[in-house]
């Protein structure tokens, strides 16, 4: 397997992607963003068009919602478009390859936006009550200690300790993961607003998909899981025509949170909520596409020592690096079998979809 597709830095990724998308005679198009990457590099969400222009059926492919994850989804983008299924797209078939939705969290290797959102939690109606995530504003102080010596994290783990002990394990989860709209400063924020990339994603999918009829959106993801599997999580509505259709296409191995046979549990403001809405007008499934990789709690301590550099410390300064290649080390690790995995069971989705939109 050619791990050649996968990159150590975003600007990498991103000429991985544009040659390849130039060389399959993709349609790209550039979504420039408006700050600049830690060596001073443009950022842009850059998308390849693949098949007829007036396609009706459509394979959405996506990368980065969470920024650092976006090493691992670039790769098998990237393969995506070198290889077989891009070759041979039926009629009336075409893929939409989106690289880097959240470039400024992949140039820096964050999980969030520039805003410190959570894009996956971005997605809420904002002109609606925001949901409420209690459990959040009790912890919020704990999660995101001002300094990481012994003592202050010692306090705060002892903290997270005593709450889950009172509430139960499930409780921390949703109150750490499921989405906050009260702490800008916090982890897990769903912000105030669309973010630039959720406008950005919005502009793509008017521009490309306002005449498709039926639609498969993959969007790659990793840190929840076993090693190297890759769990197709799904949020629809759980009976709804959307469920149905995914389990069609991608078969038993379709996982629904809001049944708790995901290894995700139920969150505020997912990318797929907005999807239905944007995608109304159209027959679509969607899934999350997420790779495992390390035990939760090395998560916590990743984005807990990357939350700290960006609110406490200086993204510049001699700590910064250290920090920033431990959770990309966290989300994409540095190890063939692994990635291996992602590029074997990408393609096997990928397929699936293609399949499941011919039939
Ligand atoms: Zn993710």
Same mark, same amino acid.
């Given at each position: 397997m050619d791990l050649s597709v996968f990159a150590r830095t975003y600007e990498e990724a991103r000429g991985k992607f544009l040659a390849a998308a130039r060389a399959a005679g993709a349609e790209i198009e550039h979504w420039p963003h408006p700050l600049k990457g830690p060596a001073g590099e443009a950022l842009a969400? @850059? %998308?390849?068009?693949?098949?007829? #222009?007036?396609?009706? $059926?459509?394979?959405?492919?996506? *990368?980065?919602?969470?920024?650092?994850?976006?090493?691992?989804? &670039?790769?098998?983008?990237?393969?995506?478009?070198?290889?077989?299924?891009?070759?041979?797209?039926?009629? @009336?078939?075409?893929m939409l390859v989106m690289h880097a939705v959240n470039p400024h969290g992949f140039a820096w290797q964050r999980r969030v936006t520039e805003e410190n959102v959570d894009l996956n939690r971005n997605w809420v109606d904002f002109t609606l009550p925001l949901p409420a995530n209690p459990g959040y504003a009790e912890l919020h102080a704990h999660y995101c200690p001002p300094a990481l010596d012994a003592a202050t994290l010692d306090a705060a783990e002892a903290a997270i300790d005593a709450w889950t002990a009172r509430h139960g394990l499930h409780a921390e989860r949703v109150a750490r993961s499921t989405g906050q709209y009260t702490h800008a400063d916090g982890i897990f924020f769903g912000g105030?607003?669309?973010?630039?990339?959720? $406008? %950005? *994603?919005?502009?793509?999918?008017?521009?490309?998909? /306002?005449?498709?009829?039926?639609? #498969?959106?993959?969007?790659?993801?990793?840190?929840l899981g076993p090693y190297g599997y890759g769990e197709p999580i799904c949020n629809h509505a759980p009976g709804s025509a959307r469920v149905q259709r995914?389990?069609?296409?991608?078969?038993? *191995?379709?996982?629904?949170?809001?049944?708790? %046979?995901?290894? &995700?549990?139920?969150?505020?403001?997912? %990318?797929?909520?907005?999807?239905?809405?944007?995608?109304?007008? #159209?027959?679509? /499934?969607?899934? #999350?596409?997420e790779f495992g990789t390390y035990a939760p709690p090395r998560g916590g301590i990743v984005l807990r020592d990357d939350h700290w550099l960006w609110q406490?410390?200086?993204?510049?300064?001699?700590?910064?690096?250290?920090?920033? @290649?431990?959770?990309?080390?966290?989300?994409?690790?540095p190890h063939a079998d692994w990635q291996e995995m992602v590029l074997f069971r990408a393609d096997q989705v990928f397929r699936q979809a293609l399949q499941g939109l011919a039939s």
């Amino acid at each position: 397997m050619d791990l050649s597709v996968f990159a150590r830095t975003y600007e990498e990724a991103r000429g991985k992607f544009l040659a390849a998308a130039r060389a399959a005679g993709a349609e790209i198009e550039h979504w420039p963003h408006p700050l600049k990457g830690p060596a001073g590099e443009a950022l842009a969400c @850059d %998308t390849a068009w693949l098949g007829p #222009a007036g396609a009706t $059926r459509v394979l959405v492919v996506i *990368s980065a919602t969470h920024g650092v994850e976006g090493f691992a989804g &670039s790769g098998p983008q990237v393969a995506l478009l070198q290889g077989p299924l891009a070759r041979t797209l039926p009629a @009336d078939t075409a893929m939409l390859v989106m690289h880097a939705v959240n470039p400024h969290g992949f140039a820096w290797q964050r999980r969030v936006t520039e805003e410190n959102v959570d894009l996956n939690r971005n997605w809420v109606d904002f002109t609606l009550p925001l949901p409420a995530n209690p459990g959040y504003a009790e912890l919020h102080a704990h999660y995101c200690p001002p300094a990481l010596d012994a003592a202050t994290l010692d306090a705060a783990e002892a903290a997270i300790d005593a709450w889950t002990a009172r509430h139960g394990l499930h409780a921390e989860r949703v109150a750490r993961s499921t989405g906050q709209y009260t702490h800008a400063d916090g982890i897990f924020f769903g912000g105030t607003g669309p973010t630039w990339a959720r $406008r %950005t *994603s919005e502009g793509i999918l008017g521009k490309y998909l /306002a005449h498709a009829r039926t639609v #498969a959106i993959v969007d790659l993801h990793t840190g929840l899981g076993p090693y190297g599997y890759g769990e197709p999580i799904c949020n629809h509505a759980p009976g709804s025509a959307r469920v149905q259709r995914a389990r069609r296409w991608w078969g038993d *191995s379709v996982t629904e949170p809001l049944l708790g %046979t995901s290894s &995700s549990q139920e969150k505020f403001g997912l %990318t797929e909520f907005g999807y239905e809405r944007a995608l109304a007008h #159209a027959d679509i /499934a969607f899934v #999350a596409l997420e790779f495992g990789t390390y035990a939760p709690p090395r998560g916590g301590i990743v984005l807990r020592d990357d939350h700290w550099l960006w609110q406490h410390g200086d993204p510049h300064g001699p700590a910064a690096a250290a920090i920033r @290649d431990a959770l990309r080390d966290h989300f994409f690790p540095p190890h063939a079998d692994w990635q291996e995995m992602v590029l074997f069971r990408a393609d096997q989705v990928f397929r699936q979809a293609l399949q499941g939109l011919a039939s």
